[in-house]
């Protein structure tokens, strides 16, 4: 079992940078694949940005592509995801996931730890 806490959500002005942070707690999840997903009020949780386990894989949403960077520090048990040139469209709860498996993926259902979600808010 892995347990997830996410930081670092808060209120920025558009154009502005946030850093998210994802602890892990429990069974080392060195070896979990991390995922970063998204639900905005009356929307479906959307995919965000993904790692593989060794962090040298990523993946991007097309929306937050040269904008945010996802990154993980193993001997921390903490993922994050830098963000910069925020827009009032990423205004949203932010989560932070993991899989067991060592391979990235998109799609939130194949995702085995959820964390409780940070609320990030972007004023134009």
């Known amino acids: 079992q892995v347990q997830l806490v996410e930081s670092g959500g808060g209120l920025v002005q558009a154009g502005g940078s946030l850093r998210l942070s994802c602890a892990a707690s429990?069974?080392?999840?060195?070896?979990?694949?991390v995922g970063w997903f998204r639900q905005a009020p009356g929307k479906e949780r959307e995919f965000v940005a993904t790692?593989?386990?060794?962090?040298?894989?990523?993946y991007y949403a097309d929306s937050v592509k040269g904008r945010f960077t996802i990154t993980r520090d193993n001997a921390k048990n903490t993922a994050y995801l830098q963000m910069n040139s925020l827009k009032p469209e990423d205004t949203a709860v932010y989560y932070c996931?993991?899989?067991?498996?060592?391979?990235?993926?998109?799609?939130?259902?194949?995702?085995?730890?959820w964390g409780q979600g940070t609320q990030v808010t972007v004023s134009s």
């Open positions: 429990g069974r080392t999840f060195s070896r979990n694949a």
């Open positions: 790692i593989s386990w060794s962090g040298t894989s990523t």
């Open positions: 996931a993991a899989r067991a498996s060592t391979y990235y993926a998109t799609g939130p259902n194949v995702y085995d730890y």
